[in-house]
């Protein structure tokens, strides 16, 4: 029986100054903060037989994947599946109170939290992702991958592959910063979701994430 390993992991934290729920949206880099996250993963991966590392196509994922893939002597690979969810609040600020939220113009966004109604379904978003993981599973067969991603899909491939609901409330999500989510394959059947926080937690709400 072949056991294989492939790591979720969610980029570092983001400069963003202003913020905004930046999604897709180009430039939004690594803060000096989630830079030193990536070299703190990178250093806790070393000695793991790391055999494939991608990321999602996104600038702040790219930076964070860059020193394992270094770390490792392998070339980073990309794959769009690894994304950020699309949402129709992109550039806005939303936090409760004194965000987007109180406009009543964006109010029939809000109204179906199940699929959800603002941004891209959580069972497209489940699939996307179970098809990355299999990639890299088979990439990577009989030692580790690590693909590096968002929280959103991160945490919404884990509910899925735990028989969970789709919708959710986003304060309870298990997915700090350059967390890592872990799927334990032998052969093709997955056996076993583990997490850890190498960099410690963060608070799922936080600005930047």
């Known amino acids: 029986m072949t056991r294989t390993v492939v790591h979720f992991l969610r980029h570092g934290e983001v ?19 989630g830079q030193r996250q990536a070299l703190t993963v990178a250093e806790h991966l070393a000695d793991h037989d790391i055999a494939h ?26 794959d769009d599946r690894l ?26 966004k809000l109204v179906n939290p199940f699929t959800p109604s603002w941004g891209e ?7 996307r992702m179970l098809g990355a993981a299999q990639r890299a599973r088979a990439l990577a067969e009989g030692h580790e991958a690590v ?12 509910r899925f592959l735990e028989g969970k609901r789709m919708w959710h409330d986003p304060r309870k999500r298990e997915c700090s910063l350059a967390s890592l989510t872990s799927l334990i394959f032998e052969d093709e059947k997955l056996v076993r979701v583990s997490y850890s926080e ?9 600005t930047g994430a």
């Open 121 to 127: 379904p959580y069972l497209v978003i489940a699939h």
């Open 83 to 108: 994304i950020e969810a699309d949402n129709k609040f992109e550039g806005l600020r939303v936090a409760v109170g004194d965000g987007a939220l109180r406009s009543p113009a964006h109010w029939p």
């Open 53 to 78: 590392v991608v990321a999602s196509p996104l600038t702040r994922a790219q930076q964070t994947a860059a020193p394992i893939a270094d770390s490792h002597r392998l070339e980073l690979a990309t």
């Open 147 to 158: 693909c590096v991603s968002h929280q959103l899909p991160i945490w919404t491939l884990r």
């Open 198 to 206: 190498p960099v410690g937690a963060t608070n799922p709400r936080m």
């Open 15 to 33: 400069h963003n100054p202003d913020g905004i729920l930046y999604g897709r949206l180009p430039g939004f880099r690594l803060s000096d903060t």
